[in-house]
């Protein structure tokens, strides 16, 4: 599924909701849809904050479910985007507001971050379900 929503704060709920609905199709433990939907919102806000300058433009959110994981890729045409290395101290991470990636990282069990071809970035991360 793909959903694709102006890149604005207040629409990133619509990709919050769109993984409830995937929820009814492959029964998730109420705790990986919070971690999944922390982990969306996360992904959202940091291409929503960093990659239109002007504040224009859209994000597309592409969601994949499979018997053993959801993937879920959030990327959009803006900027672009380098991630704070993992080595980062938590102080630096704070100092910078980038605890974005940190919770993405933690809630994930993949995370890959990477430039769009034609411009933008693309950040795709991976939940392994338990049932």
Request: hydrophobic share 40%; glycine share 10%.
């Amino acid at each position: 599924m793909r959903l694709t929503i102006p890149a604005k704060a207040e629409y990133i709920m619509l990709g919050r909701l769109a993984l409830t609905s995937l929820a009814r199709v492959q029964e998730l433990a109420d705790e990986e849809l919070s971690d999944l939907k922390l982990a969306l919102t996360e992904a959202c806000t940091n291409a929503v904050r960093h990659a239109y300058a002007d504040g224009d433009g859209v994000v597309e959110i592409d969601y994949r479910l499979y018997p053993d994981r959801i993937v879920v890729e959030v990327s959009d045409s803006g900027g672009g985007f380098s991630p704070p290395e993992t080595s980062e101290s938590e102080e630096d991470l704070l100092t910078e507001g980038g605890l974005g990636i940190a919770i993405i990282r933690a809630l994930a069990d993949e995370l890959e971050i990477g430039d769009r071809p034609g411009g933008g970035s693309t950040l795709r991360f991976v939940k392994r379900l338990s049932g």
